[in-house]
C-alpha cells in the first residue's frame, strides 16, 4: 500500500489543476480517475468554454477570474500550448435582464473595462447579430473562450511533470478519514495519505453524499452548424463570444469559429433534463435540433445553417448555482470542489491554487466565502 501527501479524486477540470499545484508546492500526490485523460463522459469537453469577467451570476466570483485570467497565461507558456483565446465578449438582452444588469453591476464594482451598446450599434459591429430594438448589450474586451481538453491536458503534463503520479481507468469505490489519515479503496488497490481532495464532478451525488447536499445533474448539448453564408463574419478575430437572454429569461451562448472546418457552436444555457451520468441520454434528437435552430436563427439569422454535430454534457448544480469549494464539514482531512452549476471552466486554474492553499496552508487568501456548503445545508464547521 503506498502513502501519499495527497491523493486526488477526479482528474478533469479542476482535479487537474489541483493535482498540478499540489504537486508544484512539494506535495507527493496521487491522482485518480475512473477514465483515461482528456474523455468526453464528464463536464470538460467540446472544444470551448466562455470566459468573462464582468459576472452577472454575482460579483463576488470577480477577483476570482481576475487571478484565474493571470493563470492561463502562465499554464499556456509551461505547457507549450493555446489555451485562451481572447475575442470579447457580448453580454445581450433587455436592460433589465439578469445578463445585463448583473454584468453591468460587476463591471462597475470592480471598475472592469467594458463598453454598452444599443441595438443598433450592436447590429453594427456584429452583423451576425439581430437584437431587437429594446435590447442592450455590454461589451467587455478581456473575455473570450477556453479550450477545456486543452486545459486538462496541460495540467496533466504539468501535474506530471512536477512528479504526481497519476493513475487513469482506476475508479474510486470507496474513501475514509482514519485516526492517522484517509484511505481510498479503487478496483484495483488500496492508498493511504495525509488528505484528500476531492473533484468528482456529476459523480458529487455518489462520492460525496455525505456533504448533504441536492446536487441535481443536468443533461447539456453543445451543437455545432456551418453558418450559411460561411464561417467569415465567425471568425475569432471579428467576433465575440455572446451570452443572450431572450423570452422568459431563457439565456443561450455561443462562440466564434475557431477550427478549420469553419463550424461555430452554440447551446442554450441550462433548461436541459435531470439525468446521472448512468442514465444520460447521449443521443442528440432531431427534434433537438429544430428547436435549437429555429430559436437562435430568429436572433442570428445565418447561424443555423447546415447541421454538423451535437454532444452531450453534464452540469452539476447545487440549488443556488453557486460552487462548492471548502474543507469538508465532518471530515477535516478532506476537501472538496464540486457543485459548478454550468459555469465552473473559466474558474479551473485559481481553482486549482485554491484547493493547493487549502491543503498545505489550510487556508487561503482567495475569497472563497460564497461557496462555503454551510449555505446549503445549515451545518457550519
Ligand atoms: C455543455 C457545457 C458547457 C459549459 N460551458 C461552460 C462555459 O462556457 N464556461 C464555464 O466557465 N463553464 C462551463 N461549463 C461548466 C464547466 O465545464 C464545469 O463546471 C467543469 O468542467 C467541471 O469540472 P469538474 O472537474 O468538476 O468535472 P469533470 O471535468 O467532469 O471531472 C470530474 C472527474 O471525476 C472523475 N470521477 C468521478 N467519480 C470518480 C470515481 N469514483 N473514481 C475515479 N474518478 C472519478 C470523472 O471521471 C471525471 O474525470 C460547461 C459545462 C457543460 C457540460
Given at each position: 500500500?503506498s502513502?501519499?501527501?495527497v491523493i486526488?479524486?477526479?482528474?478533469g477540470g479542476?482535479?487537474?489543476a489541483?493535482?498540478?499545484?499540489?504537486?508544484?508546492?512539494?506535495?507527493r500526490?496521487?491522482?485518480?480517475?475512473?477514465?483515461a485523460?482528456?474523455?468526453?463522459?464528464?463536464?470538460?469537453?467540446?472544444?470551448?468554454?466562455?470566459?468573462r469577467q464582468?459576472?452577472f451570476?454575482?460579483?463576488?466570483?470577480?477577483p476570482l477570474?481576475?487571478?484565474a485570467?493571470?493563470l492561463?497565461?502562465g499554464?499556456?507558456?509551461?505547457?507549450g500550448r493555446?489555451?485562451?483565446?481572447?475575442?470579447?465578449?457580448i453580454?445581450?438582452?433587455?436592460p433589465?435582464?439578469r445578463?445585463?444588469?448583473g454584468?453591468?453591476?460587476s463591471?462597475?464594482?470592480?471598475?472592469l473595462?467594458?463598453?454598452i451598446?444599443?441595438a443598433?450599434?450592436?447590429?453594427?459591429?456584429?452583423p451576425?447579430?439581430?437584437?431587437?430594438?429594446?435590447?442592450?448589450?455590454?461589451?467587455?474586451?478581456?473575455?473570450g473562450?477556453v479550450?477545456?481538453?486543452?486545459?486538462?491536458?496541460?495540467h496533466?503534463?504539468?501535474?506530471a511533470?512536477?512528479g504526481?503520479d497519476l493513475?487513469y481507468?482506476?475508479k474510486?469505490?470507496?474513501?475514509q478519514q482514519?485516526s492517522?489519515?484517509?484511505?481510498?479503496?479503487?478496483a484495483?488497490?488500496f492508498?493511504t495519505?495525509?488528505?484528500?481532495?476531492?473533484c468528482?464532478?456529476?459523480?458529487?451525488?455518489?462520492?460525496?453524499t455525505?456533504?448533504?447536499?441536492?446536487?441535481?445533474?443536468?443533461?447539456?448539448i453543445?451543437?455545432?452548424?456551418?453558418p450559411?453564408?460561411?464561417?467569415?463574419?465567425?471568425?475569432a478575430e471579428?467576433?465575440p463570444?455572446y451570452v443572450?437572454?431572450g423570452?422568459h429569461?431563457?439565456q443561450f451562448?455561443?462562440?466564434?469559429?475557431?477550427?478549420?472546418?469553419g463550424?461555430?457552436?452554440?447551446?442554450f444555457?441550462?433548461?436541459g433534463?435531470?439525468?446521472t451520468?448512468?442514465?444520460i441520454?447521449?443521443?442528440v434528437?432531431a427534434e433537438?435540433?429544430?428547436?435549437i435552430?429555429?430559436f437562435v436563427?430568429?436572433?442570428?439569422?445565418?447561424?443555423?445553417?447546415?447541421?454538423?454535430?451535437?454532444?452531450?454534457?453534464m452540469?452539476?448544480n447545487?440549488?443556488?448555482?453557486?460552487?462548492?469549494?471548502?474543507?469538508?464539514?465532518?471530515?477535516d482531512?478532506?476537501?472538496?470542489?464540486c457543485?459548478?452549476?454550468?459555469?465552473?471552466?473559466?474558474?479551473v486554474?485559481?481553482?486549482g491554487?485554491?484547493?493547493?492553499?487549502?491543503v498545505?496552508?489550510g487556508?487561503?487568501?482567495?475569497?472563497i466565502a460564497?461557496?462555503?456548503?454551510a449555505?446549503?445545508?445549515g451545518v457550519?464547521?
Amino acid at each position: 500500500m503506498s502513502h501519499y501527501d495527497v491523493i486526488v479524486i477526479g482528474l478533469g477540470g479542476m482535479g487537474s489543476a489541483a493535482a498540478y499545484r499540489l504537486a508544484q508546492r512539494g506535495q507527493r500526490v496521487l491522482g485518480l480517475d475512473q477514465f483515461a485523460p482528456v474523455h468526453n463522459l464528464g463536464s470538460s469537453h467540446g472544444g470551448s468554454r466562455v470566459t468573462r469577467q464582468a459576472y452577472f451570476e454575482d460579483p463576488a466570483y470577480v477577483p476570482l477570474l481576475l487571478r484565474a485570467h493571470e493563470l492561463w497565461a502562465g499554464i499556456e507558456r509551461d505547457s507549450g500550448r493555446k489555451i485562451f483565446t481572447r475575442c470579447g465578449g457580448i453580454m445581450l438582452g433587455g436592460p433589465d435582464s439578469r445578463t445585463v444588469s448583473g454584468s453591468l453591476a460587476s463591471a462597475r464594482e470592480w471598475d472592469l473595462p467594458h463598453e454598452i451598446l444599443d441595438a443598433s450599434e450592436v447590429r453594427r459591429r456584429f452583423p451576425t447579430m439581430r437584437p431587437e430594438d429594446h435590447e442592450i448589450a455590454l461589451y467587455e474586451e478581456n473575455a473570450g473562450f477556453v479550450v477545456p481538453e486543452g486545459s486538462v491536458a496541460a495540467h496533466l503534463q504539468l501535474a506530471a511533470r512536477a512528479g504526481a503520479d497519476l493513475h487513469y481507468e482506476e475508479k474510486v469505490l470507496s474513501w475514509q478519514q482514519t485516526s492517522t489519515g484517509v484511505r481510498v479503496g479503487t478496483a484495483q488497490n488500496f492508498y493511504t495519505a495525509e488528505q484528500l481532495v476531492i473533484c468528482p464532478g456529476a459523480w458529487a451525488p455518489r462520492l460525496l453524499t455525505e456533504l448533504g447536499i441536492e446536487f441535481t445533474v443536468e443533461r447539456q448539448i453543445q451543437y455545432w452548424f456551418a453558418p450559411s453564408g460561411g464561417a467569415g463574419p465567425f471568425r475569432a478575430e471579428r467576433h465575440p463570444i455572446y451570452v443572450w437572454e431572450g423570452e422568459h429569461g431563457r439565456q443561450f451562448y455561443g462562440f466564434p469559429s475557431h477550427d478549420d472546418a469553419g463550424s461555430v457552436k452554440v447551446a442554450f444555457f441550462r433548461g436541459g433534463e435531470t439525468c446521472t451520468p448512468e442514465t444520460i441520454d447521449r443521443t442528440v434528437h432531431a427534434e433537438e435540433i429544430g428547436g435549437i435552430s429555429e430559436f437562435v436563427g430568429r436572433k442570428m439569422p445565418s447561424l443555423p445553417g447546415g447541421f454538423l454535430r451535437a454532444a452531450t454534457c453534464m452540469y452539476t448544480n447545487t440549488p443556488d448555482e453557486h460552487f462548492v469549494i471548502s474543507r469538508h464539514p465532518t471530515h477535516d482531512r478532506v476537501v472538496v470542489a464540486c457543485g459548478f452549476s454550468g459555469h465552473g471552466f473559466k474558474f479551473v486554474p485559481v481553482v486549482g491554487e485554491v484547493l493547493a492553499d487549502l491543503v498545505v496552508d489550510g487556508t487561503t487568501d482567495h475569497p472563497i466565502a460564497l461557496f462555503d456548503p454551510a449555505r446549503l445545508t445549515g451545518v457550519a464547521r
